[in-house]
């Protein structure tokens, strides 16, 4: 059976800072993403989740506010104009809180797992919550919210931090995986690449790319035999 709580990507990882790109198909595989999301917010647990944390570079992400769990793919967010300013933390900086402002109340409109039309209305932690997470969906982190003397106290107390460094249990890939593939060429661990492969295989499982298709396939089958 697929184990659905993946590892959390880190600081420094390079997936963190590539803007994600958007879903075209609600297949299952998609599902099965926000299955696997869900599942490692809730484990880990924290308030949201987006998908490059997990490698996926997808804009999808998961929320987790006032026992209220829910997802939105493909998010745009309009934002009040008035701000609130308090403490923020993130699952791929572990430990860590810093104050950072954001827009008080938000209404963020995107897609569920369907392909069904959504609309998120939140004030304070859930508006914090989904500017988080779409940040990180465009390849932000909440500490380049902060201002210049903030960040750099932020990044002191990161490099400080048990986890600053560490290497995961990675594969590295390269471009030449038909593109559509592995669109990111990153460096993933085993579970996330599977993970990609298994929503891309899919996605593009169809007579416009078969190339795509067998191009993945075959690569997640040499992976797997290593």
């Known amino acids: 059976m697929r184990v659905s709580i993946q590892p959390i990507r880190l600081f420094g990882d390079p997936v963190l800072t590539t803007p994600a790109l958007p879903v075209v198909d609600f297949y299952k595989e998609l599902r099965q993403l926000v299955v696997d999301l869900t599942e490692t917010m809730l484990d880990a647990p924290g308030a949201g989740l987006a998908a490059p944390q997990i490698g996926v570079g997808l804009r999808v992400f998961t929320y987790w506010v006032d026992d209220v769990v829910g997802h939105?793919?493909?998010p745009s967010l309009d934002l009040?104009?008035?701000?609130q300013d308090g403490p923020e933390?993130?699952?791929s900086l572990p430990g860590l809180t810093f104050d950072t402002?954001?827009?008080?109340?938000?209404v963020a409109k995107g897609f569920n797992m369907h392909g069904e039309p959504v609309v998120i209305e939140g004030s304070e932690l859930l508006a914090r919550a989904v500017q988080h997470e779409t940040d990180h969906l465009d390849g932000i982190l909440f500490i380049d919210r902060l201002d210049a003397e903030a960040r750099k106290e932020a990044m002191r107390a990161i490099r400080e931090t048990e986890w600053f460094g560490a290497e995961p249990d990675i594969l590295v890939l390269g471009k030449g995986l038909g593109g559509a593939i592995m669109p990111l060429a990153a460096v993933v661990t085993r579970n996330e690449f599977d993970a990609f492969a298994e929503y891309s295989i899919g996605h593009y499982t169809h007579e416009k790319n078969p190339v795509s298709c067998a191009a993945g396939i075959a690569t997640l089958e040499v992976l797997r035999e290593e």
Do not use: F, T, Y
């Open 101 to 106: 402002k954001r827009a008080m109340r938000v």
């Open 80 to 83: 009040s104009d008035e701000l």
């Open 89 to 91: 933390g993130c699952l």
């Open 72 to 74: 939105l793919i493909n």
